[in-house]
């Protein structure tokens, strides 16, 4: 069955830097679009960005220049890195996967403060 299992998140000052990792299993991964996803409390789920097999990526307006996701197609994990922290980069961040179905992480908690 399909699995996304991301990990990396915790808390980091502002300005600070953070990688996440999503690993996925289950599905034919060199050839899957994914998406990264964040919550913040009492707010939607909203898109930070995306990679397409062909390691095009899009982004967010508010990350863009700031955040990278990247994808290493032997591990089978997608990455996002995470640059120039701000306090409202605090969420949940979740990794999502279309396979079908719509498939997602379990989400990692990335706080940002000091």
């Known amino acids: 069955q399909v699995q996304l299992v991301e990990s990396g998140g915790g808390l980091v000052q502002p300005g600070g830097s953070l990688r996440l990792s999503c690993a996925g299993s289950?599905?034919?991964?060199?050839?899957?679009?994914m998406a990264w996803y964040r919550q913040a409390p009492g707010k939607q789920r909203e898109l930070v960005g995306a990679?397409?097999?062909?390691?095009?990526?899009n982004y967010a307006d508010g990350v863009k220049g700031r955040f990278t996701i990247s994808r290493d197609n032997v591990k089978n994990t997608v990455y996002l890195q995470m640059n120039s922290l701000k306090p409202e980069d605090t969420a949940v961040y979740f990794c999502?996967?279309?396979?079908?179905?719509?498939?997602w992480g379990q989400g990692t908690q990335v706080t940002v403060s000091s």
């Open positions: 999502h996967l279309t396979w079908g179905s719509d498939y």
């Open positions: 289950g599905f034919v991964f060199r050839v899957a679009a």
């Open positions: 990679i397409t097999s062909g390691g095009i990526t």
